[in-house]
Every structure is written in C-alpha cells, then in structure tokens.
C-alpha cells in the first residue's frame, strides 16, 4: 500500500505529533463511541430493554458506519492544508501519498455508505451470522477510516513543520556537538 519512504513519514511525524493525533482521534472516534455507549446504557432502564430485538435496532441503525462516515468527512479538510514550498524545503513529495489517501478515502467511503445503506433498508437481521457479518464490516469501516484520517491528520502544513524542524534541529545540534 505505502512505500518504505511513504511510512518513514508517517512515522517521524507521528512520532513527533503523539498529543495532536490523540486529540484528533479522541475528538473523531471516543466522543461518537461514548455517544453510542450512553444511548446503549440508557436505552438499558427503558420498557423497551426486555427483549434483545430492541437492542439489534438500536446497534443496526447504522450509527456505527456514520461514525466512520464523519471520521472521513472531517479528514477530508486535510486533503488540501499543505504548503507545497515547505514540503520541497523538507525534501519531501508526498504527492503520491495524498493521491492514494484520496484513493483510499474515496473506497472506505463507499463501504461504509454501504454498509450504512444496508442497515437501513434490511434491518432487523433475524440470522446471528447476518448481525456478526454487519458488525465486522461495520468495525472494519470504522478502523479503515481512522487509519485513512491519521495520515490524512499528520500530512497536513503543521505537522509536517513541527516534525521536521524538530528533525533539522536535533540534527544540527547533534553535529555541533561532534564538531566541538
């Protein structure tokens, strides 16, 4: 998927955002899920709690490939926040890399619209191998559109910046301290 350099960039500029990227997924992944999990835990203490069709309706309603859904939409703004001069200063293209991002974005869009479509039109799912295939494919879409929303994250003018002049700096006060 990603070339060795493609990840060596992800790499160090992942590294060097840990706070910013937690954020970022804390924001688009932990408020949507603790969203979730309430509605779960109220919808617990309501008349309708006795009977475990009610809770397939509420897990199937295609609220989890939302998630995935809004994860990407809110990437997506990262797609065009680069600075082109500051990248070819760092000596990096990632060009490639943003095109098979869009790729890669355009797919899990799809699948997850799909599977959003698919709980809307057929739900309930009476078969447990029909309930286990949707909540797979729906964690599976939530995983690949936070995947995709990282790098989409950390490729933006800022992080770039603050990873690689944090690089040239350790660099040049390291031979500095050869020199001397």
């Given at each position: 998927m990603y070339t060795k350099s493609e990840k060596e960039i992800f790499s160090k500029v992942r590294e060097k955002n840990k706070n910013d990227?937690?954020?970022w997924n804390l924001s688009n992944l932990g408020f949507p899920l603790l969203t979730f999990g309430m509605t779960i835990f109220i919808f617990c203490y309501t008349d309708k709690a006795s009977k475990i069709e009610n809770y397939y309706s509420v897990i199937f309603?295609?609220?989890?490939p939302l998630i995935a859904i809004n994860?990407?939409?809110a990437a997506s703004f990262f797609l065009i926040k680069f600075n082109k001069e500051k990248e070819i200063k760092y000596q990096l293209d990632t060009s490639n890399t943003r095109l098979k991002l869009i790729i890669?974005?355009?797919g899990s869009y799809l699948f997850a619209s799909s599977i959003f479509v698919i709980q809307n039109i057929f739900s309930p799912f009476a078969g447990p191998l029909a309930r286990f295939i949707q909540l797979t494919c729906s964690v599976l879409a939530i995983y690949f559109s936070l995947n995709i929303s990282n790098k989409l994250f950390l490729?933006?003018?800022d992080m770039i910046e603050k990873s690689?002049?944090?690089v040239m700096y350790e660099n040049v006060t390291v031979l500095k301290e050869a020199i001397e």
């Open positions: 990227l937690r954020l309603s295609g609220v989890l994860i990407l939409v890669y974005a355009f490729l933006q003018e690689y002049d944090k």
